[in-house]
């Protein structure tokens, strides 16, 4: 399945319509190229999909409400995000290795991120919290592309061990002008690795428009590297789930690297610091809110009676103890001393730094000593 | 099977690293090596010779022409349990690698709190006097020796080539390695049975000629223009001590100061810009330790503050002998230096 790029010199990077399996309005479609990796997704799955993401809506809001109040120095609002985020999570073997970047907390979630987990480095107590062994997922990347390199990196070394798993590297639209991301997949495609690339184009690097990225649709610039790709609507979780599926098989089968666009849209501003009504409409949000993958999946349960009110209510219960627990762990959290910044630079002895934590020791002991000698 | 060279041997420092290379990659089979042309070709100063026929094409990585990839993927490769060796093809296109080797080789153990190593050794044919074309002379140390996170070594001999190649692999820190690339083909006893636990830790200085004088601080291959220079000296009478530094992150202030509590003159050489290079905050430490015991303000004779020089011109940019001598009857006062020159 390869993606054919356009050769209409007057489209811009929306021109091509991305498959879907879900329309905005919640009717289930068919497609050839996704059907079989689609058709046997059951309701259960669905309704998987569906609480998870709503997990992850509740997670964004509480995430945007704990900065807006001061626990948290900064937050990257991902409303909008959530199908493609926790779909092509999901798809994922616990053993595949994830390589995030700052914006795809769907994915920690499905990968059993702890409530403190999504706070605790927002807040600026630590550069990163969980293990990376623990969920299998690297700590979110800040600089903008750097990850996709650590994936093929990790996927050369899955083919070293002669193993199965995936490596699957996320980024999003305004990344893929990156050297490193145009790297990554001559690295990916000359090895035949097997890596992922998930490529969320919400249309918006902080104020620039996809269309100062790409002036034809991302997807088709994969093929030119001899990657396969495909252009999925990124909101349809039905969609994604299948797309993912098919990329995961093809390169777990040994067919080398897979690029996926999933076409989706950056709801809230790029972080809490950030004011999108300086540089993008406000029909142009509303157009997208009509495109929800919540609502659209919701519908399609609701269609199937596979969805009631106790659902609901359990989803809800289990986002209010989640969120609730991030509350707590951001407000209830307790700054490291101050001799700890000195942690960790190294793994073994280095003579410089035991020098400066002796000075910066003596330093913050003369403080003692003084309170000692006021008493 | 794998033809890992044993013994006593007089070897170039090109033959010494290939030799220490071979022997990580024996000993430890995570080990594996990638850079530009390193397989069939042997790397473009032939480092690498050999070993793509030895260990096979999945330990020894032809890699793509782009250094950022080269290194980003090595960091994944170490968060997979690998111990890449990564080589530079010259100093001058390290630059595309920079951020990955500094926001990410360097800081992905502190920013997990210990739980991800980096084990990544980047080596990097260095510096210049080999009548190079422009971007293959330069003297980046200093860049690295600032970012936190990273270990900067420098090598100066064959022996050392050999044995601090297979410390900085071993080690699970990043460690970016510079190779003069004048000195790949001076020859040196090397022992190669040495066990590195044996061998003098990476990080410490080593007093290559004891003296009264002048302690004259250096490292890579201007360890044997000071070590000409000091030969030269004691024809006047003048006794230098020389200290090859070996280590630039970290540096082993306990050598240096007992030098200079001695000596109570410092020069420090180096071919990088003087500009915040590393002979400056050697001066700064060594000022603030032993400020007391200094006769004399401490000196640099360093490479001028330029880009490199073209080739034909590379002479006048090097510090070479006779600057060395110069900065040594400057900072003992003796009559027949040149007058400092005031601005």
Redesign the interface.
């Known amino acids: 399945m390869t993606y054919t790029p356009t050769t209409d010199t007057e489209h811009r990077s929306d021109l091509d319509e991305p498959v879907q399996l879900l329309t905005p309005s919640g009717e289930r479609r068919r497609d050839p190229r996704l059907d079989d990796w689609a058709d046997d997704l059951d309701l259960d799955t669905l309704r998987g999909l569906y609480r998870d993401m709503t997990l992850a809506r509740r997670v964004d809001t509480e995430g945007v409400a704990l900065q807006r109040q001061g626990q948290l120095g900064l937050w990257a609002p991902a409303q909008g995000q959530e199908a493609i985020q926790v779909a092509s999570a999901r798809a994922c073997r616990a053993d595949d290795?994830l390589f995030p970047s700052y914006r795809e907390h769907g994915v920690l979630l499905v990968r059993g991120a702890a409530p403190a987990d999504l706070v605790l480095s927002w807040r600026g107590e630590?550069?990163?919290t969980y293990?990376?062994?623990d969920l299998n997922v690297?700590?979110p990347q800040i600089?903008i592309g750097?990850q996709?390199?650590?994936?093929?990196?990790?996927?050369?070394?899955?083919?070293?061990?002669g193993a199965d798993q995936v490596?699957v590297a996320y980024f999003g639209d305004g990344a893929t002008s990156q050297?490193?991301v145009n790297?990554?997949m001559?690295?990916a495609a000359?090895f035949s690795s097997p890596v992922v690339f998930v490529c969320s184009n919400n249309h918006w690097a902080i104020s620039e428009p996809v269309t100062v990225q790409a002036t034809h649709p991302i997807a088709g610039r994969a093929p030119g590297f001899g990657i396969p790709s495909m252009r999925v609507d990124g909101n349809d979780a039905i969609a994604c789930t299948a797309a993912m599926r098919w990329a995961l098989d093809h390169a777990r089968g040994g067919g080398g690297p897979v690029f996926l666009e999933a076409v989706t849209y950056r709801m809230g501003p790029h972080t809490t610091s950030d004011d999108p009504t300086r540089y993008r409409s406000s029909d142009e949000v509303d157009r997208w809110r009509a495109r929800d993958p919540l609502t659209r999946l919701e519908a399609l349960l609701r269609a199937e009676g596979a969805f009631d009110d106790a659902f609901r209510a359990d989803v809800d219960a289990d986002a209010l103890s989640f969120t609730t627990q991030m509350r707590t762990a951001a407000i209830d959290a307790v700054s490291a001393p101050p001799l700890s910044v000195l942690?960790?630079?190294?793994?073994?002895p280095?003579?410089?730094?035991d020098?400066e934590r002796r000075r910066f020791s003596a330093y913050l002991d003369g403080f003692a000593a003084d309170e000692e000698g006021a008493r | 099977m794998t033809s890992v060279a044993t013994g006593k041997a007089s070897l170039t420092m090109g033959k010494a690293l290939g030799a220490g290379l071979r022997r990580a990659m024996a000993d430890d089979e995570r080990v594996l090596v990638m850079g530009e042309d390193i397989g069939k070709l042997g790397g473009v100063f032939r480092i690498t010779d050999g070993l793509l026929d030895e260990f096979g094409p999945s330990r020894v990585i032809d890699t793509p022409l782009a250094e950022s990839g080269i290194v980003g993927t090595a960091v994944g490769l170490a968060l997979r349990g690998f111990r890449p060796v990564v080589e530079i093809q010259f100093d001058g296109f390290v630059y595309p690698a920079f951020d990955q080797i500094v926001c990410q080789v360097a800081k992905l153990h502190y920013r997990t709190r210990g739980r991800v190593k980096m084990p990544i050794t980047i080596r990097i044919p260095w510096a210049g006097g080999v009548g190079a074309a422009e971007h293959h002379s330069e003297s980046p140390e200093a860049y690295f020796v600032h970012t936190a996170g990273l270990r900067v070594v420098a090598v100066s001999n064959p022996q050392d080539a050999y044995t601090m190649l297979r410390q900085a692999i071993a080690s699970d820190d990043p460690v970016v390695f510079f190779e003069p690339k004048r000195l790949y083909h001076a020859k040196g006893d090397v022992d190669l049975d040495a066990h590195i636990a044996d061998a003098a830790p990476m990080g410490l200085a080593r007093v290559v000629r004891e003296g009264t004088d002048v302690t004259l601080l250096t490292y890579g291959a201007q360890v044997g223009t000071a070590m000409d220079a000091a030969t030269a000296a004691e024809d006047e009478g003048v006794s230098l001590e020389v200290i090859d530094l070996r280590s630039l992150s970290p540096v082993d202030y306990r050598t240096i100061t007992a030098s200079v509590r001695k000596t109570g003159r410092v020069v420090v050489t180096h071919e990088a810009a003087r500009e915040a290079g590393v002979a400056a905050e050697l001066i700064a430490s060594v000022t603030e330790q032993c400020f007391h015991y200094l006769e004399a303000p401490p000196l640099r004779v360093t490479g001028h503050d330029i880009p490199y020089p073209p080739a034909k011109l590379e002479k006048h940019h090097l510090p070479d002998l006779d600057r060395i001598l110069d900065a040594v009857d400057r900072v003992l006062e003796r009559p027949n230096s040149f007058p400092e020159v005031t601005p």
Do not use: C, K, N
């Open positions: 290795f630590v550069a990163s293990d990376p062994a690297a700590p600089i750097a996709t390199l650590h994936a093929v990196g990790y996927a050369m070394g899955i083919q070293r061990d490596a050297g490193d790297e990554a001559v690295f000359s942690d960790h630079v190294y793994a073994e280095h003579s410089g730094l020098e």
